[in-house]
T-cell receptor
């Protein structure tokens, strides 16, 4: 069964702190994604990765960076957390970009509060 | 640019039908539908591919009008378990999937 796990369900940080959100998938998927979800705004893509050490900016990359050193792990980094980064963060993975293989499997999410 | 979903919210009684629409301003390669229940992660329902191929849920159907860049999700004989927020995601060519803002559906007894 497909499984995407995220390191924390809830996280409280202070403004200016460096924050790491970890995501691990056990399906040998090529693609991994980071989204943030805010009321009324849906799912917005922050960054994604098609392969190890490769990354692409999504729609809202400002204030974030990512790291993918191993195929199964994709990390989201908030270099200096700000209150407007308080949100639900969702990680997802998909097998590939191939036809019919692009279904995304989501992790349970990390609710981040920045004070 | 995010696809536009309509309606934003709908309340149904058990057994009633609903249609959720998704519209994009760009040519589409595929349309994805996901459902998210309160406090849970989004779960895949269906993918519709350019050319008519469709993969997904046995009790939920969808259509994809490639020329109009629109998709509709059809929920028939709704059950309480259908409650949640439905997201469509659109993809143009070898690009990322962009999700809409969601349609909140509530099924009541």
């Amino acid at each position: 069964d497909v499984k995407v796990t995220q390191s924390s369900r809830y996280l409280v940080k202070r403004t200016g702190e460096k924050v790491f959100l970890e995501c691990v998938q056990d399906m040998d998927h090529e693609n991994m994604f980071w989204y943030r979800q805010d009321p009324g705004l849906g799912l917005r893509l922050i960054y994604f990765s098609y392969d190890v050490k490769m990354k692409e900016k999504g729609d809202i990359p400002e204030g974030y960076s990512v790291s993918r050193e191993k195929k199964e792990r994709f990390s989201l980094i908030l270099e200096s957390a700000s209150t407007n980064q308080t949100s639900m963060y969702l990680c997802a993975s998909s097998l590939s970009q191939g036809r019919g293989e692009e279904t995304q499997y989501f992790g349970p999410g990390t609710r981040l509060l920045v004070l | 640019q995010q696809p536009v979903q309509s309606p934003q919210a709908v309340i149904l009684r058990e057994g009633e039908d609903a249609v959720i629409n998704c519209s994009s301003s760009k040519a589409l390669y595929s349309v994805h539908w996901y459902r998210q229940k309160h406090g849970e992660a989004p779960v895949f329902l269906m993918i519709l591919l350019k050319g008519g191929e469709q993969k997904g849920h046995e009790k939920i159907s969808a259509s994809f009008n490639e020329k109009k860049q629109q998709s509709s999700l059809y929920l028939t004989a709704s059950q309480l378990s259908y409650s949640g927020t439905y997201f469509c995601g659109t993809r143009g060519g070898y690009q990322k999937v962009t999700f809409g803002t969601g349609t909140k559906l509530q099924v009541i007894p």
